[in-house]
């Protein structure tokens, strides 16, 4: 049995007046996922927009450090 199948089972024994903590909570969890979605996509869209000739330009992870100045 999936995840998904066990709780939809457990749904059952719930009472009806605990049912706005479960709902609460999924509309939670799926709110964040839907808002990490979006900022991500948003992210990736502004990256792809950005006209800033140098943004594909790539450096090692020495050069890095030299240039922070951490040795």
């Given at each position: 049995?999936?995840?998904?199948?066990k709780?939809?089972?457990?749904l059952?024994?719930?009472?009806?007046?605990?049912m706005g903590y479960v709902?609460a909570?999924?509309?939670?969890i799926?709110?964040?996922e839907e808002?990490?979605?979006l900022f991500?996509?948003?992210?990736?869209?502004?990256?792809?927009?950005?006209?800033?000739?140098?943004?594909?330009?790539?450096?090692t992870l020495e050069?890095?450090?030299?240039?922070?100045g951490i040795s």
């Amino acid at each position: 049995m999936s995840n998904k199948e066990k709780i939809i089972n457990l749904l059952d024994s719930i009472p009806d007046y605990k049912m706005g903590y479960v709902l609460a909570y999924v509309q939670g969890i799926t709110a964040d996922e839907e808002a990490d979605d979006l900022f991500c996509q948003r992210m990736w869209e502004n990256y792809e927009n950005d006209p800033d000739p140098e943004k594909d330009d790539t450096l090692t992870l020495e050069e890095c450090l030299k240039e922070w100045g951490i040795s």
